[in-house]
């Protein structure tokens, strides 16, 4: 007897494979979160201490934070950050 090649079989077993592997990957949450908040000026200036916010920023995001929000106090911007626990 002679092997077939049957396409239907070939595509359904795809689509099944896909959608166990989807609903799989999306079945993991991320429950637990830590927060950072970091504060600095848009610009270094020689009399601020602290880096600029983009280099606080770069640095942070290789570690795998990822910002939440951003807002201005008193001419001082801060921005806050969160990472998953499992991250690390």
């Not at 689509?15 to 166990?20: E, Y």
């Not at 830590?34 to 880096?51: C, E, N, W």
């Not at 916010?53 to 939440?68: H, M, S, T």
Request: zero cysteines; a positive charge.
């Amino acid at each position: 007897m002679k092997n077939k090649f049957d396409i239907k079989s070939l595509v359904l077993g795809g689509l099944l494979s896909a959608v166990i592997m989807f609903s799989v990957a999306g079945t993991t949450e991320k429950s637990a979160w830590d927060y950072k908040i970091i504060s600095g000026q848009v610009r270094h200036l020689s009399a601020d201490p602290d880096p600029a916010l983009g280099e606080q920023l770069d640095k942070l995001a290789a570690d795998g934070w990822e910002v939440v929000s951003a807002a201005n106090d008193g001419g001082r911007p801060f921005v806050i950050l969160r990472r998953a626990k499992w991250n690390r």
